[in-house]
């Protein structure tokens, strides 16, 4: 009996280290994917957009700048870190970067709908509500993607939000079909990034297999394009 539990031991042993070693290579990978076109990030104490940063987003031709969601505090208020997506995203448009807005987040429910949130604050911060598109059903990095190229038919986008989370968002996107670059917007060092990084981890992989072997779905509708007024999008 011992000689066959400890067989078992080592067996499972074995299982879980080869589970592990292939989730840190499905991480790197995907990782090194989005890092590739992440072209700046915004830390602490940040200057302007370098030259030569400004004229790789000029030369993108974007459709739009996406921002994904990040929570909000309350019905009016976006979360520290959804707001700094959002402060970064209306300085690129207002530098000219694109010419739209694309807001994607979960409106799953009357108390939790970050989309509201991020469209009046955008149109408090001067962007006129027609530059603005809403997904209402972006509940996941990979379904925005997903909704971006087939319902909003987006080309090309600067992807907006923060480092960590950067490389899968960008990794999703290529797999769409999309070109893209992102810029991180990384102003304050938040509380609980280890853990953040920890649930990163384990959604690359997820996502990674989602997009290799085709399981993941999105939210279908009516066809939306980017290039025309985004009031439509807005749902009130």
């Given at each position: 009996m011992k000689k066959v539990l400890k067989r078992m031991?080592?067996?499972?042993?074995?299982?879980?280290?080869?589970?592990?070693?292939?989730?840190?290579?499905?991480?790197?990978?995907?990782?090194?994917?989005?890092?590739?076109?992440?072209?700046?990030?915004?830390?602490?104490?940040?200057a302007a957009i370098p030259d030569e940063t400004a004229d790789r987003l000029t030369e993108l031709g974007a459709d739009c700048i996406m921002v994904l969601g990040a929570g909000i505090e309350d019905r009016e208020t976006p979360s520290p870190m959804l707001r700094e997506r959002l402060d970064m995203a209306v300085d690129l448009y207002k530098q000219g970067f694109a010419?739209?807005?694309?807001?994607?987040?979960?409106?799953?429910?009357?108390?939790?709908?970050?989309?509201?949130v991020m469209l009046q604050y955008c149109i408090?911060?001067?962007?006129?509500?027609?530059?603005i598109f809403c997904d209402h059903a972006g509940f996941s990095t990979y379904e925005s993607m997903i909704r971006a190229k087939q319902i909003?038919?987006?080309?090309?986008?600067?992807?907006?939000?923060?480092?960590?989370?950067?490389?899968?968002?960008?990794?999703l996107a290529g797999k769409e079909g999309m070109t893209v670059l992102g810029?991180?917007?990384?102003?304050?060092?938040?509380?609980?990034?280890?853990?953040?990084?920890a649930r990163e981890i384990l959604a690359r992989n997820k996502d990674f297999f989602l997009s290799v072997f085709g399981f993941g779905s999105a939210m279908s509708g009516e066809t939306i394009g980017i290039t025309g007024d985004g009031s439509i999008s807005h749902g009130e």
């Open positions: 031991f080592w067996i499972l042993t074995a299982m879980a280290t080869l589970a592990f070693t292939a989730a840190m290579c499905v991480n790197v990978y995907v990782v090194k994917q989005g890092d590739k076109h992440l072209v700046w990030s915004m830390n602490p104490g940040s010419p739209k807005l694309l807001l994607s987040g979960d409106n799953g429910t009357k108390e939790h709908n970050e989309i509201h408090s911060a001067g962007v006129p509500p027609e530059d909003f038919t987006v080309k090309r986008m600067i992807v907006v939000t923060q480092r960590y989370h950067e490389y899968r968002a960008l990794y810029t991180s917007s990384d102003q304050t060092i938040h509380s609980g990034q280890l853990v953040r990084d």
